[in-house]
């Protein structure tokens, strides 16, 4: 599997290089769906994989899928590969088929989960479903009456209600759905390993490992800008007020990727849930200091719209807010922390990813 | 550039809970029997370093023969860390375990390292480093502490500071000039094994402002060292130096030294369940293990023989700003006046310490100039 995640890592990497660049952010910032790219990544397959290999995709393992999601933000993908990936994912453990491969993942909050009635239809509110309206297909959080949690997949362009479209901050679409009775195409309960706190943190770590891919770019711009740009008869780079800067957020980014890594090498463990919070919440605290790097360390120009950087700093600024706030994971984890007592910390902590 | 910052993934052989346990059954059997009272790492004690040695938990990745036990940098950092978190009092043999004895290791005469190496793992011969001096803090190329060629070895003059507890060690780790700094500012540097029972070594404590007596000044004066205490050839010293700092830098000690007030934090905000006190705990927490898996992931790269100074660099950089906050979020989290005496203690002792972690082991400055460095500034 290990030279299968090679090829499949190297040829996403080359796929999002090649038409994720100026042009294709700049379109989806002027609100175009790239339908291009999305027909190359869902050709590639890329679309599909997590899906098991007998349905038709490559089963990659939860780990390798988070490394390609963190591509995705990497190169800032104007397409939700990311939230394909694990809806794909998610229907296939459903045991259904992806209707196409134009999909995304709504994970709301325990307290506005639509419910499934017993008539088979969905009744409830959808926020800020990432490619809302762009997407055939959303699989959402549901419960039954009976307090149930479930999996459903319904198709935006089958319901009764009209979407209220908006955007983030990167101009990134969001959809707020309204359910109205509306019959899904399927609906089960559960599997037994993913509850719908799970599937929260998995949410939550889609995002924080799009962020560290975002983080690396942004702060790979900058190390080229302080190099090249000369004030005062030298490359900015060179004065240590820039350096110390960066090394900063240098840091920040590496605590950031590393968590967000180990975090998804614990999946299919106990120890899940705790980690992904872990990992949005460091990943969410880490974006103000790097940010506030990035765009010091370019001056005037890296706040211009032309320039590249802000695609990945409005990314940064949206992502920390979604899929949980770092406050929210922040205590999430305290909680779990203090239920465990003061005694307890050492324990939890040394065991966390022990087989 | 970016690329350089790899840390890669943790592997934790399943040898490392074997050890684990070890550890704490020794550590537990100590607190039980009052052999310590939980504390800073860094306070001496003798005789806990020798049971911890006899216990066969020093040195455990040197070769068997000068003591060691060939065993992984994974298992020999959960030994470390489980140290910390019980507050036990592994000062005495610190250095010794961390760099000195590696360095002798990899430096020293072999007759040195016969006669020294096991002494360090059984837990009975102490070390203490002797770089900084008076005029020789970050720019350590500029030492000028002086060793002269003699009969049968060198005769060294000079003065070091901030030598941590060199008034309890047997030995120093000196790094003295011996020639020219060259170009490059760091030629002509070698590195002796200073016996401080010599005549000629005359060793003050200093007090810090926590109260405490832990760094020394070592004055050294026609103080002889034979040539089987130099490490490496004479103007290896730069390099020499400058190969511990990957093992000096990264280590649970610069992440977890305010750990005991962590745990009583904890204590107190168990009976204040309120939503700011979750969060704040689960920063601490978010903060605390992140910074431990980059911790481990250069252990992991110790392992593999490499050299990961800008791994290092940074978790010493980020686990000393994390440390220093650990105070300060606590001390608005909590009413002193009503807290027990452990968290009081703890708190007491965490603020006044706290100043010298950014400074010992590699300055914030210095550490952020290697890593911008390591990332491609020119």
Redesign the interface.
Known sequence: MNEMREIILDMTNRLLSDHCNQEAWEQLDEGSWPESIWGLLAEQGLTTVGVSEENGGVGLGFDDMMSIIRLTGYHACPAPLAEAIVANWLIDIAGNVPCSDKSTVALPPADAMPTYGANGTLCGHLKGVAWGSQVDTIVTLCVSETGEEMLAAFLPSKIASSPVDAANLANEPRSDISLEGDAPEWACPLPKSLTAHRLRAVGALLRASQMAGAMERAISFSLEYVNDRKQFGRPIGKFQAVQHMLAIAAEHYSASSVIANAASLTFGGEDFDFMAAIAKARAGEAVQVISDSVHQSHGAIGFTHEYSLQFFTRRLWSWRDEFGNERQWQREVGRKVLDAGADGLWPMITSLGVK | ??EN?A?G??D?PPEC?EM?KRVRTFLRAELDQGKYVPSSWVTFDAEFTKRFGEAGFIGVTWPKKYGGQEKSFMERYVIL?ELL?HGAPAGAQWMGERQSGLQILRYAPEETKVRLLPKIAGGECFFGIGMSEPNSGSDLSSVRTRATRADGGWVINGAKVWSTNAHRVDNLLVLARTGDAGKSRHEGLTQFIVTLSTPGVTVSPIRDLSGGREFCEVVFEDCFVPDAMVLGKEGDGWGIVMSELAFERSGPDRILSPYRL???L??E??SD?S?E???????L??????????SL?VAGKLQAKENPIL?AS?VK??GNAFEQSVSEVSRLAVDSSTAGTAYNKALRETVLQAPCWTIRGGTR?I???I??KG????
């Open positions: 550039m970016i910052l840390f993934a943790v934790m809970e684990r860390e978190a962590l745990v009583e904890l204590r905000l168990e369940r939503a006190n979750e969060c704040l705990v689960g920063r927490v978010t903060h605390m293990t992140s910074l431990r898996q980059m992931s791994q940074l950089d980020l400055e550490l952020r100039g890593i911008a990332l491609g500034l020119r």
